[in-house]
């Protein structure tokens, strides 16, 4: 498909991109441009792709996304290698998961080569965002709604897939933190035959309200059990976790349709694997959380994503009263899979995956 680059009317002058990326934080500072693709299923699908300045978009009051939410997103990260060149992180995985996502939100896959070609060309064009900040990157975030104007419901013949940039900086201010996090007892994230699987927005609605209760409780993030028994771990709003335990087993919940499969979460397991530790995916209690926590046969919680790479766990509440990780700290296991991680991101550790693209 080809590409019409639409040129910027005033893009951001040199001194004015280096105030925004000097301290980014995390969600705000936008690139200049931004990727637009249509798709129309009267004209046989995908066309009109272009480049251009990133604006508003504008939209029917009947747009189908707007009443009826069908919607899904990617998150992903370019990183500045030594050598000056830009790389992905298995970029590959994210177009995979994105169609994965498209089909069980009823909507159109977009071909893999060109959700690639979108991304690469985007960050290419911005790459002068890239933070100047330790940790940084460019975060890329592209997504797909549904523009139909129609209230009927079924699912829509219109769409747009966008693909935007933000400049970030570390995750967490102030460095890597163990996080406290809430056992969400009223609400649940995702059930069986749900939509927890796909990366959709109505998941994140959903996890707003647990999320307000454990700030509420002094935590940072809210962990959602099963939605069934109300006994299994399952996962964060936005991050998996690994139970790293005494006897060299690494345990992490199952994909059963529930959980997001992250693509840390794939990475990690085979990080960990390289570690000779026992990975296995299998379900795992909040009882059992618990007591081992209290016994000391888990070492370590560690939680995983994209956004925040990996995350210790150091504290858990609940009505029933908290248990704290191991010291509570920052664990062994998480240094280290953090590091290899952020190398291997970053060109300073070999990539004997081929997790690596260059851009
Ligand atoms: C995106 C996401 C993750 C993490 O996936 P990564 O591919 O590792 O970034 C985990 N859980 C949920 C609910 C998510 O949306």
């Known amino acids: 498909m080809q590409f019409e680059t639409i040129p910027h009317p005033s893009p951001t002058t040199d001194a004015d991109r280096a105030a925004a990326i000097a301290d980014p934080g995390f969600g705000t500072v936008f690139t200049d441009h931004m990727v637009v ?67 069980r939100m009823a909507m159109p896959e977009i071909p893999e080569d060109l959700f690639l070609e979108a991304v690469r060309m985007l960050v290419a064009k911005d790459a002068d965002w890239m933070p100047p900040v330790e940790g940084g990157s460019l975060y890329i975030r592209p997504f797909m709604f549904a523009s139909e104007a129609f209230l009927g419901v079924r699912p829509a013949k219109q769409y747009k897939f966008v693909v935007i940039l933000v400049s970030s900086g570390n995750y967490f201010k102030g460095g890597v ?20 699987a796909a990366k959709t927005g109505g998941n994140y609605a959903a996890s707003l309200v647990p999320q307000a209760e454990a700030i509420e409780n002094n935590c940072d993030q809210v962990v959602f059990l099963d939605a069934v028994e109300k006994k299994w771990v399952e996962e964060l709003g936005g ?107 970053h060109g300073r550790i070999a990539d004997s995956h081929g997790w690596v693209m260059q851009v």
């Open 37 to 103: 693709i249509d798709y129309d299923e009267a004209k046989g699908g995908w066309h009109s792709a272009s480049i251009g300045p990133r604006q508003p978009i504008a939209l029917d009051p009947a747009a189908s996304v707007l009443h009826y939410a069908q919607e899904i997103f990617e998150g992903m990260k370019a990183f500045t290698h030594d050598d000056g060149g830009l790389a992905l992180f298995r970029p590959q995985a994210n177009a995979a998961r994105f169609n994965a996502s498209a089909r």
């Open 177 to 196: 933190n163990p996080v406290k996090i809430w056992v969400s007892q009223d609400y649940v994230r995702a059930a069986p035959g749900g939509t927890g």
């Open 239 to 345: 991050m998996n976790l690994f139970f790293v335990r005494a006897d060299g087993s690494v345990i992490t919940p199952p994909l059963t349709g529930t959980i997001l499969p992250g693509i840390t979460r794939e990475s990690l397991m085979a990080m960990l694997r390289e570690e000779g530790l026992d990975v296995r995916e299998e379900p795992y209690s909040i009882q059992q959380w618990r007591e081992e926590a209290q016994s000391g046969e888990l070492l370590e919680v560690l939680a995983c994503g994209t956004a925040a790479v990996v995350t210790p766990v150091g504290k858990v509440a609940s009505p029933d009263g908290e248990f704290t990780i191991g010291t509570g700290g920052i664990g062994q296991m998480a240094t280290k899979m953090r590091e290899k991680l952020v190398g291997i991101q």
